[in-house]
């Protein structure tokens, strides 16, 4: 069943029926702001850290579910019925509440019908500004004239979202709320700080206001009954303690037909006075959309760097618009605040972010280029590395992880080949020390630290876990070891010698080519098992994911590792694949393993304890789904590559939105696997790895347009029936347009290259340095 469509054109996704079997959200805020919007107007707001700094409060686990958040309800002053711009929370009868929800890229409008009153509200964060504008559009569609009165609810949250849910003893003693310039101020702490404040205005006159939640909804009451609404008048009572609140009354007349509209602006501030600026500012008529085109402008900016025609329509949907713009929440937020995390510690994580990166670097270089730096300096001087960080002390928190400090090394590679910046790896960063040291050190220290920290066979440790979090291989002996570690170090290593070659560093190319060498032989002489990779050793040195093992024989991690580090070649690589698809290839996507475990074991950790096809245990983990869509891609295998893009694409599974559940235009976390009751249902959408990589997987492997230090390869692997597709990539300033033939109808290969014109030879169209546009045309065959 569909909840709604896809409207590429207007880049939006079109909910037509509010009842979403979830509640189905976007990201409002391209920088330091950013709004959680759902499509009934649910959710919260924080300005850079949810954890310290949330403006808005929301219920997790709440029921009714997805409450309160950015409310507007119409009163009708005559018949005293009320109801919401946004369905919820007064959830009207369906048959008499018309209802359309346009998530847009930063943007939400929801447009309402009920009682012969239209209203469209626009939601959405100007670029550069740390506010959030509601404005509402209410026209009287009857041929009388109506008197309504608008009431609006926002739950301020006592700045420490953890607190806030937590220690009432203190926390129902410090809320503060001011009325003045015509809007209420939320003040809970500024005593102490002399900044940070938040405010909530309207252009038109404020008829009433409550500064306090409890006068605005009424003893035993809720959002959807709140007794000022009720009434038709605010009580004008402040925040001294308990509950901040801002519920403004605005009132308004309308003639037959008539259409008026307000605008309300939520906002944090950290100089008093600086607010009226934005006051005075969105005064002025048409600010309000010309703040929303220049957002649409923004975009469009972002976007244009990579632009694919192909003949699939819904790979054109998501490499165009959603999984791009998914890419780059991703990149802002990490894992810290969804509708699956409640944004209370998280902060930015270490292996997390520097993966975002590889989905994101294109859009916006120099913004990946600060990010690698903040990372960069919660790596220990030794090469291990904090897991995640702060994003406002941008202080390290957890350690012990085998993986996180490799994924640095491919995040540094990755920026360099897209922007030249070869130099970044000359700038001196901090460790967490403090002490600095050039980028290209903290590459070499993190290499190191892994080749020096071997455990069984002489694989790198795991320590509490690698990728998968879930899978706890250390124990008293500390000598749990991963194949996969063991993969993503060979991958390094070699990209260093690359790093180390492209930049002059001419002793270390052998060096770091050597360990790599070495690494691979251990893991192809004691990590195969006659038709996969095994998956690791635990503390005792026994095997996981052999044939031998009764649950967790074989596992996607370790056999597409394998595959994109280079340690497995020819029919080995072909084998691995195949097992792969044979053991793990689910109608709706690869699971993490087989058989998924039904008992706990102590020797392999969390990863037991789900409930047989939940999350690590053996669920379809999308985030690992595009590294077997990147591995089918290097061999050359264009049909199953697409087929497992296509599998776990959102927008192709819009139609069973009924199983699926989640938001068909993000990719999800994780989606239940064969062996639980719910398979093919989905969670933790949004913020999530498979964003970037599946970005990476569709962009660079299947459309196989990837850039180089010197060049841009053009590389596709499509499926056979595909007669060519086009893409424009915008490339350091520079515009290549590429046109794709493939009359033989091959999976892969490039038999001719022109570039302006000209034929060239091999595959990689030059790095021109001259801002202007050029052709690229291929001719795909044998
Ligand atoms: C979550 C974590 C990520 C981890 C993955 C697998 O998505 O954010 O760091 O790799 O789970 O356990």
């Known amino acids: 069943m569909k909840y709604g469509y896809f409207d590429d054109a207007n880049r939006e996704y079109v909910i037509t029926r509010p009842d979403t079997p979830l509640p189905w959200i976007n990201y409002l805020g391209v920088d330091v702001y950013c709004g959680l919007m759902s499509n009934t107007a649910g959710g919260y707001s924080f300005y850079r850290d949810a954890a310290q700094r949330r403006l808005l409060r929301y219920r997790y686990n709440n029921v009714p579910s997805d409450r309160p958040g950015r409310y507007i309800y119409l009163r009708d002053n005559k018949t005293e019925d009320y109801w919401s711009a946004s369905w919820q929370p007064t959830n009207k009868d369906l048959k008499k509440y018309k209802y359309e929800c346009r998530h847009g890229l930063s943007y939400t409008k929801i447009k309402a019908e009920y009682a012969g009153i239209e209203s469209e509200t626009s939601y959405f964060v100007p670029v550069g500004e740390a506010n959030e504008i509601w404005r509402i559009k209410v026209k009287n569609k009857t041929n009388r004239p109506r008197k309504l009165s608008l009431f609006t609810y926002v739950e301020f949250c006592l700045w420490d979202a953890m607190n ?267 460790f967490n020390d403090g002490t600095k040291a050039k980028m290209y050190e903290h590459l070499q220290k993190a290499i190191q630290y892994s080749w020096d920290n071997v455990g069984w066979n002489g694989l790198p440790k795991a320590g509490f876990a690698d990728w998968n979090d879930c899978l706890n291989l250390s124990g008293p002996k500390g000598m749990g070891v991963s194949v996969m570690i063991a993969c ?50 635990d503390d005792n040195g026994n095997a996981v994911g052999t044939s031998k093992s009764k649950e967790g024989k074989i596992w996607l991690e370790s056999n597409t590792w394998a595959i994109l580090s280079g340690v497995a070649e020819g029919d080995r690589a072909i084998t691995t694949l195949n097992s792969i698809k044979k053991n793990l290839y689910t109608k709706y996507g690869i699971v993490l393993f087989q058989p998924a475990f039904t008992e706990y074991h102590p020797e392999l950790g969390y990863v037991s304890v789900f409930p047989a096809g939940l999350k690590e245990n053996a669920a379809i983990f999308c985030h690992t789904n595009p590294w077997a869509m990147c591995a089918e891609a290097m061999m050359g295998r264009g049909e199953q590559a697409f087929e497992y893009w296509e599998t776990i694409a959102p927008a192709a599974n819009n139609d069973i939105s009924q199983i699926h559940w989640t938001e068909p235009y993000v990719y999800s976390q994780m989606i239940a696997g064969r062996d639980h009751k719910d398979f093919g249902q989905a969670k933790n959408s949004w913020l999530t790895g498979t964003a970037a990589w599946n970005f990476v997987a569709a962009s660079q492997y299947i459309l196989g347009i990837r850039p180089d230090f010197d060049g841009l390869v053009i590389d596709p692997c499509v499926p056979k029936k595909w007669k060519g597709f086009s893409v424009k990539r915008v490339w350091r300033g520079v515009t290549y347009n590429i046109t794709v033939k493939n009359p033989d109808g091959v999976n892969k290969g490039v038999a001719e290259l022109k570039v302006d014109g000209k034929i060239i030879a091999g595959n990689k169209a030059p790095a021109f340095k001259d801002n202007k546009e050029h052709s690229v045309e291929v001719l795909m065959g044998k």
């Open 164 to 430: 806030d849910m937590t220690d009432y003893q203190y926390n129902l003693n410090i809320g503060k709320t001011e009325f003045k310039n015509n809007a209420m101020y939320h003040m809970t702490l500024y005593n102490m700080h002399k900044s940070n404040f938040a405010y909530f205005w309207s252009d038109k006159k404020v008829a009433s206001y409550d500064g306090v939640r409890q006068d605005f909804v009424g003893p035993y009451r809720s959002e959807g009954n709140p007794i000022a609404v009720e009434k038709g008048k605010c009580s004008n009572k402040l925040a001294v303690g308990w509950a901040p609140f801002g519920g403004l009354q605005i009132n308004v007349s309308l003639k037959p037909k008539e259409e008026k509209e307000v605008t309300f602006v939520l906002g944090y501030c950290d100089s008093m006075g600086e607010e009226e600026k934005i006051f005075a500012k969105y005064s002025k008529k048409g600010a309000v959309d010309a703040a929303m085109q220049e957002l649409a402008k923004y975009w469009e900016n972002n976007l244009n760097k990579y632009q694919a025609k192909t003949p699939d329509k819904n790979i054109n949907s998501m490499v165009n618009i959603w999984n791009q713009y998914q890419c780059m929440t991703t990149f802002n937020w990490s894992r810290s605040a969804s509708y699956y995390e409640a944004g209370g510690e998280r902060g930015m994580g270490f292996r997390d972010s520097n993966q975002d990166t590889l989905g994101f670097a294109h859009q916006i270089p120099s913004k990946v280029r600060s990010r690698l730096v903040d990372i960069a300096s919660v790596q220990f001087p030794e090469g291990r590395a904090h897991h995640g960080y702060s994003p406002l002390t941008k202080k390290g928190s957890r350690e012990g992880y085998g993986d996180d400090h490799l994924w640095l090394v491919q995040a540094v590679h990755n920026y360099i080949r897209e922007s030249g910046d070869m130099n970044f790896l000359n700038e001196h960063v901090p």
């Open 488 to 537: 993503q170090f060979v991958l390094g290593a070699n990209l260093l010698s690359e790093l180390a070659e492209k930049s002059g560093r001419v002793l270390d190319v052998d060096k770091y080519k050597e360990m790599a060498v070495e690494m691979k032989k251990r893991i192809n002489e004691k990590c195969w098992d006659c038709e996969w990779y095994m998956r690791a050793f």
